[in-house]
């Protein structure tokens, strides 16, 4: 997991650099997830030009919209943008039983979906715990972050046991709040 982590970060910050219209980072970006995405696309198209084209626009599609685009997670929003230009030729093509075969087995396990999905939440998280008081954030930092017991927390900030019981509960309530929250908008 830490691998998988280093290397979103690693393409985040790139992404960033990017959005400021470093055309070094964009030539880095491009370089790493190029030949992955075109095998991709490939795998969904079946057909090696379409799909060098599909995602070479995509590429100067990205660059021309560098600013607007959020930078969480590029390579999970790259490969679903070509994702959804491959179905979009594809349903303005013919599209045979062969592509809609493969086209399943491809999304039987979204592994890109589950990887944004994942960071999304940490961000949301993240964003959440920020409004925390200064030293609630602590304590939730110190229990999930580094994975310390509520007795060892208590004993490294100097305070009692149940402190640090009450200082979670009321971190957790109130990510779980904003949470739901998140939830009701993004999905009803």
């Excluded at 280093?6 to 070094?24: P, Y």
């Amino acid at each position: 997991m830490n691998k998988v982590y280093e290397e979103s970060r690693n393409l985040t910050l790139l992404a960033q650099e990017v959005k400021k219209s470093d055309r070094k980072s964009f030539s880095a970006l491009f370089e790493l997830l190029w030949e992955p995405m075109y095998a991709y696309a490939n795998a969904i198209t079946m057909d090696e030009d379409v799909s060098k084209d599909l995602v070479q626009d995509l590429w100067m599609d990205y660059w021309n919209r560098r600013e607007s685009i959020e930078a969480v997670n590029i390579k999970s929003y790259l490969f679903k943008a070509i994702r959804y230009k491959c179905l979009n030729y594809l349903r303005n093509t013919k599209f045979n039983q062969t592509h809609v075969e493969v086209e399943d087995k491809l999304f039987k396990h979204p592994e890109i979906d589950e990887l944004y999905d994942m960071l999304n939440l940490t961000r949301y998280i993240e964003a959440s715990t920020s409004e925390l008081p200064k030293r609630c954030r602590e304590i939730f930092l110190c229990s999930r972050i580094n994975q310390l017991s509520n007795g060892e927390i208590a004993k490294k900030l100097n305070v009692s046991k149940h402190y640090v019981e009450n200082q979670l509960s009321r971190a957790l309530t109130k990510i779980r709040k904003d949470l739901a929250l998140v939830k009701s908008i993004l999905f009803f």
